[in-house]
Each structure stands twice: as C-alpha cells, then as structure tokens.
C-alpha cells in the first residue's frame, strides 16, 4: 500500500490516502495541521483537530491494519473540518459510545481513551456512511469567536 496526497490551493481540499498503520500517524498529523495553516486557521484550531485524527486513525489501525483511511481536510471558513473515511468493520462502533458525562473507565477499557480524547478535542464529532461498506468520522474546530467589546458610554442615555 502506499500513501497519496492531492492537493488544492488556499480554499480546495486536500486529500490523503494511507493504510491504516500506526507508522503513518506523523504524516496524518503533518497533513492536518499544514493544511490548517495553508488554509489561514490558528495553531489552535489545527493542532487540537490533528490530535483528533491521530486518535481516530490510532483507533482504526488498532482494529484492521489492512484498510485504507482517506482523509481529506477542508477549510470551511468558519471552522476547519477533517473527514475521515475507511471500511466500516475496521472500528468497534462501542467506542463511540461518547457522553458528555464523566467516563468511567475500567481496567482494560484505556484504549477507549483516544475517542473520548478526540470527542474533546473538536466542536464537533459525527459518524456518517460512505455507501455500503465505509463509514466516515468527521471533525470540526471553528474560529474561536471574538471577545464582545464594551460600547463607548453613549452621551444621551448616559446623561452626560
């Protein structure tokens, strides 16, 4: 299996196909964050989706070494998003089972750590199908939104 990136300038995708291998999660996270940066988001918006996908991708290596993910990052403006998509048996489906409670983790249950990492590492975290036989996760980091400045006193309702 080898390992392919396409790319479009400033506002298109860029894509990246590699097979699910642990070995391969440095250029996953390379691949976010200079797409991130190439599409004008902050470090802190780019780094927390590349913690993000290496969990995600970690998880489906751990599960079926023998797939390939796609990634592909976009840059929606507003917020930074990263698809990624592979054979839908390469993940136990249990694993997203995220709340937004506090988990409870048993003994063996550490590897369920990284989703639970990755849920709290983007502003958004959805399965969806990709025909019949892949499934995708993506995740969302927005632009942090402006602090609201106070108004200058206004002379008239101020009674000055």
């Known amino acids: 299996m080898s390992t392919t990136i396409r790319y479009s300038p400033k506002h298109g995708p860029v894509t990246l196909k590699l097979p699910a291998d642990t070995r391969y999660v440095p ?3 390379q691949c976010v964050q200079s797409a991130g940066e190439n599409f004008g988001f902050p470090s802190s918006v780019f780094t927390g989706l590349s913690v993000a996908a290496e969990e995600i991708f970690a998880k489906v290596a751990g599960h079926h070494g023998e797939t390939l993910v796609e990634a592909v990052m976009r840059n929606g ?8 998509t ?18 409870d983790l048993e003994e063996g249950d550490v590897e369920e750590l990284g989703l639970l990492i990755a849920a709290r590492m983007t502003d958004h975290l959805s399965l969806y199908r990709e025909g019949t036989k892949a499934m995708g996760v993506r995740i969302e ?5 402006e602090s609201i400045k106070p108004l200058p006193p206004d002379p008239v309702l101020d009674g000055a």
Do not use: K, Q
């Open 77 to 84: 403006i507003y917020r930074f998003v990263v698809d990624l």
């Open 141 to 145: 980091r927005h632009l942090p939104h």
């Open 27 to 29: 250029t996953l996270i």
């Open 86 to 103: 592979f054979l839908a048996d390469a993940l136990d489906w249990r694993g997203f089972n995220i709340t937004g409670d506090a988990v």
